[in-house]
């Protein structure tokens, strides 16, 4: 993937979960061809079922990320919270596909800028950019929820739960700062991980075998009736 640490090894290797834009009524997601490795290092298509283990494998990620999340004013809680950081744009990339527009990668670079502050710089205060980040991240979701999911009233409701946890990180510094913001991705985490459910939803099924109708007992034969005299 474009602008983003590891993501284009795995879109090349790996996967590439697209889920078509279009109308606010499409039912079912396409699924772009993609390839995997075989053993032999031979290209092969990944299914979409594959796809989609990859892309609950990277919210799982994201998840595991999270945990532990408290403020960012020491070294290690701003390596988590940029661990995090990194598992999002693991995710939202999946997400997205190769359909990248311009929006999209400025704010996956937008997020990759707080990441490699948070891992480097700790001199400066890291709020102005983390709230950037954030910030991307919801426009991101945002906007795939317009193209995508806008037939899906629960992936609406969490987006709008989103909403007040971004808007309360402009008030806050310090630690507070760092829980309100672990807040704000749990939220949004929650609202890929319904995106992820409904892709899933939306996959082709696999047709039922045909069944033969059972055949019908054949009828027991009569005795023949005695010989009249």
């Known amino acids: 993937m474009i602008a983003k640490r590891g993501v284009a090894l795995v879109a090349a290797l790996l996967t590439v979960f697209a889920v078509v834009a279009g109308c606010g009524g499409k039912k079912q997601s396409t699924m772009e061809p993609t390839v995997e490795q075989n053993g032999d290092g031979n290209p092969r298509p990944m299914t979409a079922e594959g796809r989609s ?9 994201f998840a595991a990320s999270r945990k532990g999340l408290q403020g960012h004013s020491d070294a290690a809680s701003r390596r988590q919270l940029a661990e ?39 001199a400066t205060a890291s709020e102005p950019t983390v709230n950037a980040a ?10 795939m929820t317009s193209e995508n999911f806008a037939d899906d009233e629960q992936t609406k409701t969490l987006m709008d739960a989103v909403q007040p946890r971004v ?18 991705l749990d939220a949004m985490g929650a609202v890929v991980q319904h995106m992820a459910e409904v892709i899933t939803q939306r996959l082709p099924q696999p047709a039922a075998p045909a069944t033969t109708p059972a055949e019908s007992p054949a009828p027991a034969e009569t005795p023949a009736a005695p010989a009249t005299p």
């Open 84 to 122: 995090s950081f990194a598992r999002l744009n693991d995710v939202l990339s999946q997400l997205k596909g190769s359909q990248q527009d311009g929006a999209f990668r400025q704010q996956i670079r937008i997020i990759d800028r707080a990441r490699t502050q948070l891992t480097g710089d700790s």
């Open 53 to 61: 283990e990859q892309l609950t494998q990277a919210i799982d990620q």
């Open 134 to 143: 954030v910030r991307a991240a919801q426009r991101a979701l945002s906007d």
């Open 167 to 184: 808007e309360e990180l402009s008030g806050v510094r310090g630690p507070i700062h760092g829980f309100e913001t672990a807040r704000a």
